[in-house]
């Protein structure tokens, strides 16, 4: 059984800059696609930003497109988001999830795509 865990939340002022981790144990994710989403107060959980397993390339919500960076270590079993020109709008908890499949086509946006899924960090922008 997987376990996915997040960290590098916190507190930051509009304009600065944070960078989350999500760390797997007890299962390799190397070969499944990796996704990033966010719960503001309020609000549904959203996508933000997703890697595909094998290239490595990646796909943003518009909302964050050209601020936010997904990266991934396989070697270390972690995918990174850096969280730049960061916005009030941008407070939320952000989760990091698996793909429920190996090997998928296509960029995974819903949160049905993924089966595996950390306990969140919260990320607070104050203006």
């Known amino acids: 059984q997987g376990q996915l865990v997040e960290s590098g939340g916190g507190l930051v002022q509009a304009g600065g800059s944070l960078r989350l981790s999500c760390t797997a144990s007890g299962r390799t994710f190397s070969g499944r696609d990796m996704g990033w989403f966010r719960q503001a107060p309020g609000k549904e959980r959203e996508f933000v930003a997703t890697?595909?397993?094998?290239?490595?390339?990646?796909y943003y919500a518009d909302s964050v497109k050209g601020r936010f960076t997904i990266s991934r270590d396989n070697a270390k079993m972690t995918v990174y988001l850096q969280m730049n020109s960061l916005k009030p709008e941008d407070t939320a908890v952000y989760y990091c999830a698996a793909d429920r499949q190996y090997g998928s086509s296509g960029y995974r946006t819903r949160e049905y795509d993924y089966d595996y899924w950390g306990q969140g960090t919260q990320v607070t922008v104050s203006s």
């Open positions: 890697i595909k397993w094998n290239v490595g390339s990646t």
